[in-house]
């Protein structure tokens, strides 16, 4: 299949190979490279029709190459990529990349191009990523994926001081397809998880969308963090 979604969008796209798209992606991973860790504080707010989620704020801590570490002591309900959005692991392992187009993306002229991993093992089939031509960062990211549809991810980069991290990170997802789990981990006004399943069944069958937006605020980067910070991630 992936074979085939490659043949089509290189036919499509032939007259728009402008630009070397594996370029583009060094320079938007030679930026991240510059963090070795960082803290930051983390508002993240839920939006999702059958979940009463209060706002939460959370503590996270990155260290170099992918060690994350989200501490709260609520809730935690944040899709995989929210932890750390890193271009570096979107970009792991063998792939193939095309350049399709130049746009304008809220305000920012970006460069658009299509990633398909290579590796069968890959959940992700196609990526289209949307590239500051300026800032070299990622202002949006489309993947679909085998087992969870299409996720879409909007990136802001508001703090003049540093232009690497972004200051909110927007997901947005089909509640269906992204299979959220009956029981949701941590606590939310102490609602009953069996209440959540309820209220989930009630809209099964509706195209019912989500969306998850991380605040980010206060990064400490580079200023290194100890790896005892890691050791009991998760409890």
Partial sequence: MKKLVLLF??????????????????????????????????????????????????????K????????????????????????????????????????????????VIKVIPLDDSSQIILSTIWIDQTEHVIRKLESTSKKSGTLSISLSYQDKNQKILPSEVTFEFNVQDFQLPATITGEYNNTDPKDAKK?????????????????????????????????????
């Fill in 9 to 62: 969008l290189i036919a499509a796209t032939i007259s728009a190979q402008e630009k070397d798209p594996y370029e583009l992606i060094e320079k938007v991973k030679s930026k991240f490279n510059q963090i070795q860790d960082y803290v930051v504080d983390v508002t993240i707010s839920i939006d999702v029709n059958f979940l009463n989620v209060p706002e939460s704020t959370a503590k996270l801590y990155f």
């Fill in 64 to 111: 170099k190459p992918d060690s994350v570490r989200l501490k709260s002591d609520g809730f935690a309900l944040l899709p995989k990529e929210g932890m750390n959005f890193s271009p570096i692991g979107l970009f792991k392992g063998e792939y193939n990349a095309i350049y399709t187009k130049e746009e304008k993306l809220n305000g920012s002229m970006v460069d």
């Fill in 199 to 235: 209220r989930k069944n009630k809209y099964s069958g509706e195209n019912i969308t989500g969306s998850v937006t991380v605040k980010y605020q206060n990064y400490v980067i580079n200023k290194g963090i100890e790896a005892s910070i890691f050791e009991d991630n998760g409890k």
